[in-house]
C-alpha cells in the first residue's frame, strides 16, 4: 500500500526547513513518498512578493534533486486561480486509488488557521493530517476541536504529530535578506541559491 505524503506551500523560496519537515516526516511515519506541490496562487496570501510559479517549481526540483523519496508536482500551478487544497486532494486521490493512503503535512502555523480553507470537512474525509512543529506556535487544541475536521481524523493528530528540531526560518525572511543584498548561505541548498543568483529572483531594487 502507497502512503504518500503531500506538502503544499508557496515554497518562495524553498528552504531547509521545508526539506527537514520533508525527511523528518517521510521517516518518522514510513511513508512511500513524500510529493512536494508548490501552490499556483496561494489562497490566502497576498500576491506581493510570490515570484512566477514556475521559478518556484524550479527551485523546489533544484532541492530535492539528490532525494529518491522526494517529487515535486506541477499539479497546483497548472491550475489556474487559487489553489485549493481541496481540489488538489481530488486529483490526487483519483491518481494514486482507493488503496493510497494520502498525508497533508502541515506546520503548526497551517494547522491553526484551517478553520479558513475550504471544504475543511470533506478534505478531511479525503486524507491525514500530519503537523510538524514550527516555532514559536504551538499547535492549538481548541481550534482543532471546534474545526469542522471529521472527528475521526481530529482525534488522529495528535497521534501522528511530528517533532521536528525547531527551525526559526521562513521564506520571508529569506527574501528579506536577499532584498537587502545579505547572504542566504546555508538557509537554502546551494543549487538553489545559485538558481536565485542566475534569475536575479528577490534581487536589491
Ligand atoms: N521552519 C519551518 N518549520 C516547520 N514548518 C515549516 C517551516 N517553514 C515552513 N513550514 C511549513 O511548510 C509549509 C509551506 O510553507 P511556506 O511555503 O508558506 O513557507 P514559509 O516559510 O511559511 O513562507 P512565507 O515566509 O513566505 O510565509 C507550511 O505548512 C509551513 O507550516
Ligand atoms: O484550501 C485552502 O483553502 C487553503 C488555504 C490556505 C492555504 N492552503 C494550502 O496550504 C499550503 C501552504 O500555503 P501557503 O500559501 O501559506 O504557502 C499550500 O499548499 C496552500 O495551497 C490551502
Not at 57 to 63: F, I, N, R, S, T
Not at 154 to 166: D, F, T
Not at 177 to 183: A, C, R
Amino acid at each position: 500500500m502507497m502512503n504518500i505524503g503531500i506538502f503544499g506551500g508557496s515554497f518562495n523560496p524553498i528552504h531547509i526547513g521545508h526539506l527537514i519537515v520533508a525527511e523528518e516526516v517521510f521517516q518518522q511515519r514510513k511513508l512511500s513518498k513524500i510529493l512536494f506541490i508548490p501552490t499556483g496562487i496561494s489562497p490566502h496570501k497576498e500576491s506581493g512578493g510570490l515570484i512566477d510559479s514556475f521559478h518556484r517549481y524550479e527551485m523546489v526540483k533544484q532541492a530535492i534533486g539528490d532525494n529518491e523519496h522526494f517529487e515535486v508536482s506541477d499539479i497546483e500551478i497548472k491550475r489556474p486561480g487559487k489553489s485549493y487544497t481541496i481540489d488538489t486532494i481530488k486529483i490526487l486521490r483519483e491518481t494514486y486509488g482507493p488503496g493510497s493512503n494520502l498525508f497533508l503535512i502541515l506546520g503548526t502555523d497551517m494547522i491553526n488557521e484551517i478553520n479558513t480553507w475550504k471544504d475543511i470537512e470533506e478534505l478531511s474525509c479525503m486524507c491525514h493530517f500530519i503537523v510538524v512543529n514550527r516555532f514559536p506556535i504551538t499547535l492549538n487544541g481548541e481550534i482543532i476541536k471546534k474545526s469542522a475536521i471529521s472527528g475521526e481524523k481530529k482525534a488522529e493528530i495528535e497521534k501522528l504529530m511530528v517533532q521536528i528540531p525547531s527551525l526559526d526560518i521562513s521564506s520571508t525572511e529569506i527574501r528579506k535578506k536577499l532584498s537587502k543584498g545579505l547572504s542566504i548561505k546555508y538557509l537554502v541548498p546551494e543549487r538553489v541559491e545559485n538558481y536565485i543568483r542566475k534569475h536575479s529572483l528577490y534581487a536589491k531594487r
